[in-house]
Nanobody, 126 residues
């Protein structure tokens, strides 16, 4: 059974950190582009970060650049999203997915994905 499961969300104060995990079962994440996306209430889903399967290129949305880091642990079959200096505007449900193409679309990993996780809530509030 192919499945993506996110974890690591929670409530954190502004300026704090969280590390999200995207664990795969039924397939090997290293062979896929992996993207992190988020959706806040009343807003469209946006791409946050992505890592390429081929050349290990990474992409970050301007809103998170310098604060978030995407990385792979191929032994554990997990992709992480380290989030530092969190802001209230980072509050959203975060999803990981497997975009079919890294370089197509208006920004990396913006095209269709084959698999999606169920999401994990991140709330940044004092």
């Amino acid at each position: 059974q192919v499945q993506l499961v996110e974890s690591g969300g929670g409530l954190v104060q502004p300026g704090g950190s969280l590390r999200l995990s995207c664990a795969a079962s039924g397939f090997t994440l290293d062979y896929y582009n992996i993207g992190w996306f988020r959706q806040a209430p009343g807003k469209e889903r946006e791409g946050v970060a992505c890592i390429s399967s081929s050349d290990r290129s990474t992409y970050y949305a301007d809103s998170v650049k310098g604060r978030f880091t995407i990385s792979r642990d191929n032994v554990k079959n997990i992709v992480y999203l380290q989030m530092n200096s969190l802001k209230p505007e980072d509050t959203a449900v975060y999803y990981c997915a497997t975009p079919r193409s890294y370089y197509s679309g208006p920004y990396p990993c913006s095209g269709p994905s084959d698999y999606w996780g169920q999401g994990t809530q991140v709330t940044v509030s004092s």
